[in-house]
């Protein structure tokens, strides 16, 4: 299921979990923001090397499997990501980026399970 575009969007998937990491380093290290630091950090990286696992899936169902994670991965990076915008208003337009990026990776993956989904449930028809 490797093609260019999945390549593609495996490096901005890249580029964003670098810009996560890039933005706690900014923040105030307050021991809130740093409990929610390593939380962020994780989720965010591992949308990512999820989704580099599904572009080699064996099967459509591994591939919605690693797909689905992908989309709950990058659900919890939305939340860390508003608890973050509570917390640090002061870095409301740094945060709020991340935040819109994040929905749209959302919506990209939830669309993109569906997708996958009605395909195999049409080729069983």
């Known amino acids: 299921m490797a093609t260019k575009q999945s390549h593609e969007f495996r490096k901005k998937l890249i580029e964003f979990a670098i810009k996560i990491i890039k933005l706690t380093k900014t923040l105030p290290k307050t ?7 390593n939380q962020i950090i994780r989720s965010s990286t591992s949308i990512g090397g999820n ?11 591994d591939f919605i499997h ?47 399970v569906k997708t996958s989904q009605s395909k195999i449930i049409n080729n069983k028809l």
């Open 51 to 61: 989704y580099a696992e599904a572009i080699f899936a064996l099967t459509r169902a």
């Open 66 to 112: 690693c797909l689905n994670i992908c989309k709950k991965e990058t659900s919890e990076t939305l939340h860390w990501l508003e608890v973050l915008l509570r917390l640090n208003t002061s870095f409301s337009r740094e945060i709020q980026s991340l935040v819109e990026e994040t929905e749209s990776y959302l919506k990209i993956f939830i669309s993109s």
């Open 31 to 37: 021991s809130e923001n740093m409990i929610i630091f």
